[in-house]
């Protein structure tokens, strides 16, 4: 099988390897031609200078997949592609779009008899060794067109693949995927600072993080990073207290309010985030004024 | 009516005033003297200089009001009391005790037929010249000799006191209107900030918080305050974001915790609160250190 | 002054008639005629049988008011409205709008010179006597032009109207009022919960609802309503435990999630009334299996 | 080795065979000799008809486990063994008890020169195959008596058993343990309700809950379980949506009010489960009471 990857950067690059090491043939763009070049010297990939190339160097049926940063990046690479493919031919988007995204990009380019796949990815870092876990919608036979690659990218035994539903439902489960992800991380964290907040047992979250993987019902892979980065620093006093977030985190509490289905945990996952986040914290500010005017009780002044 | 005010702070000498000026006499008692010869002089209460000193200004049946810190001092205080006070005199805890502590006082005082009224107070520092609200608990005859003072604390026709169970249900009525307390107040603080965070509309908060004052649902007294404060200041940049919190709205999470009664967002105003208080933020500390982990997400270092 | 007032059910009925009382002259406009016809006989209102009739009647500058279901109602009117009015002219729409939509709306219309007011209203079935709360956004002369009957429906000296600032500003803060009042809700709803759960104290809660409006901190309209619903009954057994939403709780959080800025306390009294709206409970019997599963935990069947 | 088991319930029974397995001579005792005498006959266990008699039939210095409900019967236990252990002996108590209770114990029975031991437990009924997770708190001296049997309970390469810190330091952490339990139970529950939600995607919940454990970030023992079941069945139909809680979640929510360490997840999801085993819904009921009261809105009655 030959096939386009588009964007070749922490994911991209690294499923592009994979795909080349499986038996792939990969036909690689990204922007900067420095890791095009590399990839085509270390692992053999079939280098491309355009998106426009990159097709050119496919035969019909052609899959090319996207791995970009979701939102402008996405769209205009579709809207690009919708002119240069042609019936048959088959969009995959292993990127993080939004899954409304993903419905309307795919309903646009069936127009044009062009199949689209969304590929919910996890994995990381990992995946590159470990395999990915790929969560696809699409029609059927336009599954079936990248099966090749899916099955490289995540093989048997530890099948990592399935085809979960139409177009869309790959990027929806990926969404879901994403928002268990938020919850499951804060309510690790916050064990962990209750463990490290009871100073006078002195606890080792090393040693005990290490214990919670062998047959504890909280084993877990995020407990196994935990643990290994823990051993490295559990104190981890050069790390700001500051958690960024993306868009899956956001758009899986805006399904929740779309469906009116409670997902109150999630929801505060992602609102400890944000509050990570604010530096102003201009609602801690106005309750500390509150405080004060009713009941007289001093305030704590910046910079104390 | 002739009775002793024990704690003459930031409560309790605003009582004791609001008592001498309602025909009350009080003998007052605070460890510091100054303020007790202030409110001699002043309001022409009657100066003690040792808890023994006010009781034996009094004659029996004896009333004792105290306005003293939850916790030691209360405890002692009561402890002395249950040797100075004799059969039908009445102890009154206006304090903020936690309402197990005011069941097991008041049996403890019983034994020696003392009477225990738990006289929950709201109200703050404006008590003095609006009144206060005092939910009290004890029994009937207790709470009828203390009734001339509730009277002048909590006049009609806004009647500011009632009479709501027995001992212990004043102090728990208060610890739940307290815990009610943060979760309007974190609400409020919520909205403010979205409001503030909607930058493009370089909305006027001092302006909002005036307007709903009137004929809107969410006004309130809370509301009153934060419109007052807000003129003065809406930026509060001489305020940092640290909300201290107290024993009621903690308390009222383990008394929801005992009785298996939801209390979601009592609970996540005092873990709010909490949050605000936390200068290391070791929790999300953890979960930039985890994103980094599975992803190889950037993290953010501390003092960047 | 004369205007339309477009929609006269529950709120704009109620508005159409303080208007007419207070010297307005308003030509009313509703699908049901009864509605008209009633208005006419009791108030002196101006009846009209269609949009294009009530606009027909006014002069220029015409001030059309609509008070309809947000979406498809206010979208089609508005259109409507874009072809009847002519420059000068001004649209309010004072239902629940997303200010979103108000936005666009007002650039849309602003196109043929139409002036656009978005009115956020508060105050419920009590604004025919007590007025209303009014959050206005649009420019400057299209609110003047409106400012007669602003001051009819929030009269001085409790002025209930200001102009927040351009058209979606109004709605904007509507909004967030109604995102603060679901808090609040919420809290009171939880702290009474909590009271009628400790039974030994057989607490009357019509009593201590009366009691709290007298100084306490919590003293609040909504604890106003609370005592005289409570008054009649305080058992609720009619009442089912089903708690519906509208648009503006979860436009609150979707904005929340739009700006990155934390609204735990929100988005949690949206979520619990979620739960309350769902029958099937699919998350709970998920976790009662999970624990089942790995623990063989007993799981309660359903029906028992 | 020869030491005793108490307690031969679920957890117990099973942890008395596994030590027989492994070469452990038990000598086990449970209030309903049914068990007692099947364990005999299938594992070689060394009956015993009182806690008094497993003692008499151990030598010094003993090792006595108990694997019983937390609470009275612990408790209870813990005083006669007081009474009939020596200078020497060690009481292990590997069931749930809160750690300050461990606390208090272990003070107690040191005073006799008793040894005390809290083998935190986790791992369920698939401890007997697998092995358990153990977090073990205790003096030095006294673990290194109990260790032949952790390692039989907990056998390496999986080593699943740590001396975490002083007498209490095991129940603390498995107290800890439980609340990221209930945390990520609550997290995975809120996932697959959404997808069940998305019904126009009509998910195979199976299907995903198996793919997500091959490379996902949420890979973990739960997910594991959750595909196991969700094969069974995915309705859930015959599951009531009730979740019983036990008492370590509430201790972990407690514990984080001691300390003033923020755990708003896990304390969410605590609520949660205290939510589902409402009832009533008194606090829904006046949602809607109030919603009725100041909006008009129409109620759901009781059993519409």
Redesign the interface.
Known sequence: MRMAMIGLG?MGGNMARRLCRGGIEVVGYNRSPEIVNALAAEEGMVPAGALREAVEKLTAPRVVWLMLPSGAPTEQAIEELNALLEQGDVIVDGGNSNYHDSQRRGATVAKAGIGYVDAGT??????LD????L?VGGARDAVALVEPALKVL?PAP?????H???V??GH??KM???????????????????????SE????LA??S???R??????????D??A??LKQDQQ??????????SGEG?W??????D????????????????????E??????????????????A??????
Request: aromatic share 10%; glycine share 12%; proline share 3%.
């Open positions: 922490k996890s994995g990381g870092i990992w995946g470990n395999g990915y876990c969560m995540a530890e099948r990592g693949w399935a979960v539903g139409p869309g439902a929806f489960t879901i995927h994403n928002g268990i992800e938020y919850g499951m991380m804060q309510a690790m964290a916050e064990g962990f600072a209750l463990m490290k907040g009871k047992f002195n606890l080792d040693q005990i290490e214990l919670w062998h047959s504890s019902v909280v084993r877990s892979w995020l407990l990073l935990t290994d980065a981890l006093d050069d790390i700001a207290p500051y958690v960024p977030d956001r899986t509490v805006v399904e929740s309010i469906q009116g289905t409670a997902a109150p945990v999630l929801s505060l996952a992602l609102s400890m985030r944000f509050t990570s986040q604010d102003e914290g201009y609602d801690f500010k106005l309750l500390s004024m509150m405080r004060n005017a009713f009941g007289g009780h305030v704590k002044k910046a910079g104390e």
